[in-house]
């Protein structure tokens, strides 16, 4: 099997767009991190709160995080300007003269995209995860959660509740937790126990609580004794695995975690029957592979755009390829919040802006009559 032969057209076509590329990428970091990050960063330098060699990483581990949309923009535009000089020279012209099929024409191009396809899916996957757990390294915090956990029967009724007022890492402060007896009726769910602890350790196989005041409640919902004891542990072995798993992903956002951590994530808050952010985080998780995709389908339709006639204005494409961007960024929460309500599965929300660049480049294709 023949590999096919690189020309020098290859090596030409390849090496415009590359730098076109790089400079447009370039041009959105510069935009992108200069007005509000660039600014506070220099602020809280100067007021003592961050050294300069603190002040640059901070800046450096930004870099993943604008990368991941300027890749996509970059080769959007690299590819226009690229073409449409081409086309403004009349060395489109001459390529199609001599044979050359818009196929042929693209294919250095198609072989660029597929790689900055791959950086984009390579930076989202590990470096923006990666950059996020740096950038809490430096700052030095570790942020404060609130969070709330049910266990229930094969039946679906509750049995015992873990409401967490504060937490840091695995120190808890403030629990109070939830007894619920086994008479259930229509409209609440009957306790039998309120307890409320100063303080807690999260374990690996339980949740382990100190100093502890015990409330107990009658059927007919009155207190009938109020003990005090030292210690006492909640949740079982697989619960209390699960439960810290959910409370220490529920201050992260989804760029903060890589694809295994995700995927893992996302099965757990299925089993764990929490139906919003299951479908929500699942659309998140197929946009990863959705997303880096659209890197290939942007760069074609970039050399759609830059075919042109001579005199045609160079404005148009540009203007077009601005749009094209814009409304893709600014519909994404849009589909993130159709898939999270259970609107649309979050399959169609995620796929669907790679479906319309696809309908785009037909329209586009059809229209300049290649």
Known sequence: MRMPRITIYDRYIFTQVLIATFVAILLFTIVWIAPEMLLNTIKRTLAGEYGVKTAILILFFELPKI??????????????????????????????????????IIAPVVVLSLIVTYLCYFTGDKLIPYAAYKMGKIKGYAQSTQFIYTQKDKSGHPTEAVIVSKSRIRNLYNVI?????SEVYSDVHQLSNIYYAKTGLIQDDKWLLNDIVQYKISNDGIFTNIGKFKEMSVLDSESAKNAYTLMAYSTKKEREINNTDLHNYIKLLKKEGMDEEYRYMLNKYLQRFFHPFVCILLAIMGCLLGFSKPREQRLIGFTIAIGCIFVYYITLPFFDLLAEKGVLPPLITAIFPPLAFTAAIIAFYKSKDL
Do not use: Y
């Open 67 to 104: 990368l991941g949309k300027a890749f996509p923009v970059g080769l959007l535009l690299g590819t226009l300007f690229t073409f449409d000089k081409l086309s403004k020279d009349s060395e489109l012209t001459i390529f199609r003269a001599v044979g050359l099929s818009f196929s042929r």
């Open 177 to 181: 937790v939830l007894d619920f007896s």
